[in-house]
């Protein structure tokens, strides 16, 4: 793997467009599995810690209203991990190879000489074009964007180096399996995860953290009696929409979808309710 990473490093200090020698396809499986793991522990060892401390600096808001209808599973691995990748590496890196059309109208010299400065834009422009996946717009976010699309910066970097070496699918694969890893890993971890518990002799409260709404019907129910809430069921609702519903609140942070069961024996009011899901939104930030 050293001596993989040393290409890369060598490929990209003075890139040139020249396919790897000898190739084969389980020389091309080895880089691409070679590559993918390395992404995965940097990612592991340095950009998650790294986004952590960041959020607690700057909360970072990928989405402040979840789009119920595009949140399932399926679409998401569908879109996120097939469709994407497929269409930004045909944007970003397809034309990073000499052909015949090129031929045409340019020299091979001068194209060695565009050759670089393309490889420099995409990449630069790959990294940047993610900053979209924030709704942050706060002067210390600006600040720490850069860090924030590091990780796009890097894989640009592989991503560009496999295209030139190997081919465009090779690309299209890694950049494929690193979005379907970032799709389904999240998936698997809530799958174990323990619901958030807050009891006392007055009541019970169950939230269920969720990562993708499924194909059932959202349930919103509420059992009231002057002014007290005695029951609550809500199944695959936003935490945001909830409190927009029943406070006309508007939070501007990261949303989160949810089941609540609330149980009270003498009923709590809307308002030691709403402290309720604001102490879970703070263990959920801790």
Same mark, same amino acid.
């Given at each position: ?97 000499? #052909? /015949?059309? $090129?031929? &045409?109208? !340019?020299?091979?010299?001068?194209? +060695?000489? *565009?050759?670089?400065? %393309? ?107 002057? #002014? /007290?809430? $005695?029951? &609550?069921? !809500?199944?695959?609702?936003?935490? +945001?929409? *909830?409190?927009?519903? %029943? ?40």
């Amino acid at each position: 793997m050293k001596n993989i990473l040393l290409e890369v490093y060598t490929f990209i200090k003075n890139p040139n467009d020249q396919r790897i020698k000898n190739w084969s396809l389980e020389l091309n499986v080895k880089y691409l599995l070679y590559i993918l793991f390395f992404k995965f522990i940097i990612a592991a060892l340095i950009y998650i810690p790294l986004i952590y401390f960041l959020d607690k600096i700057e909360p970072l808001v990928y989405e402040t209203r979840i789009d119920y209808k595009s949140n399932t599973f399926l679409q998401v691995l569908v879109v996120t991990s097939i469709l994407v990748p497929i269409v930004e590496e045909f944007i970003f890196r397809y034309l990073l190879r000499y #052909n /015949k059309l $090129f031929s &045409i109208i !340019i020299n091979k010299d001068k194209w +060695n000489i *565009i050759f670089k400065i %393309l490889v420099y834009t995409s990449i630069f422009i790959f990294g940047f074009v993610h900053s979209s996946n924030y709704e942050n717009n706060s002067t210390l976010f600006y600040c720490i964007l850069p860090i924030l699309i590091s990780t796009q910066l890097i894989g640009g970097v592989f991503l560009t180096f496999l295209r030139v070496r190997f081919n465009l699918l090779t690309s299209i694969v890694l950049h494929v399996s690193w979005n379907g890893l970032l799709t389904i890993i999240p998936f698997a971890i809530t799958i174990f995860e323990k619901p958030y518990e807050n009891s006392s002799e007055n009541h019970t409260l169950i939230i269920e953290y969720l990562n993708y709404n499924t194909n059932k019907l959202q349930k919103l129910e509420i059992d009231s009696i002057s #002014n /007290k809430i $005695f029951k &609550i069921h !809500i199944e695959e609702y936003s935490f +945001n929409h *909830i409190l927009d519903t %029943l406070y006309q609140y508007e939070r501007n942070k990261e949303d989160l979808l949810i089941n609540i069961k609330l149980e009270s024996k003498k009923g709590i009011s809307k308002e030691e309710f709403k402290k309720l899901l604001f102490d879970y939104e703070n263990s959920e930030l801790q």
